[in-house]
């Protein structure tokens, strides 16, 4: 219904078909896509009414049927986190005319507001989204702390481009759908 909709509508430059989808969040064994075996979920679910790429895969299909050329948009899994890329198989998404997005929250613990001027950056911040040591109800395993600045964000978008480079992805079909700064009383830092 949304393809017959906006075919052709001047205003429309592509369809988002899910907004941080987030199949992962229903299985225990994956409480964090940052210290979890993310390739070991996706193994064990491949195939199944979980697998991301099959449930988009029918979507596009169904789309394509009604517009040929519309630009589709992909979010990563995880409720977008780039690391949700590296499951997603343009070989099953069988598509010429996709967009890739993830979404820029990281890290997280320091742009949330959360933070409660706990973290600085460039300082050391916990990532993923395991429980912090000292918040109230927390428990093990406990979210690494590890020292951010440039240099580590850079360390952590090499995977993305890793990703790109594996199955030919250029750079005009990727885009960061959301994204965040820490902002305190004094601004945005």
């Known amino acids: 219904k949304m393809a017959e909709r906006f075919k052709d509508h001047p205003a429309v430059v592509g369809l988002n ?14 409480r964090d896509w940052y210290t979890g075996d993310y390739e070991k979920w996706y193994a064990k679910i ?21 517009d040929k050329k519309i630009p589709i948009i992909l979010d990563s899994g995880f409720y977008g986190t780039p690391y949700a890329l590296k499951i997603m198989d343009p070989e099953i998404l069988a598509d010429d005319n996709l967009v890739y997005s993830f979404h820029h929250y990281i890290p997280y613990r320091f742009i ?23 918040d109230e109800n927390a428990y093990p395993p406990f979210a690494p702390v590890e020292p951010w600045n440039k240099q580590r964000m850079k360390e952590f978008y090499k995977p993305i481009v890793d990703w790109m480079n594996e199955h030919g992805v250029s750079s005009e079909q990727m885009y960061v759908g959301e994204f965040g700064a820490h902002r305190s009383q004094k601004g945005v830092i």
């Open 17 to 30: 078909l899910y907004n941080e989808p987030s199949p992962e969040r229903t299985d225990p064994m994956l």
């Open 112 to 134: 949330s507001s959360a933070n409660r001027g706990r973290f600085q950056y460039p300082g050391n911040i916990p990532t993923g989204e395991l429980d912090l040591v000292n």
């Open 46 to 66: 491949k195939g199944t009414p979980q697998d991301l790429n099959l449930f988009y895969r029918k979507i596009i299909k169904s789309i394509r049927k009604v």
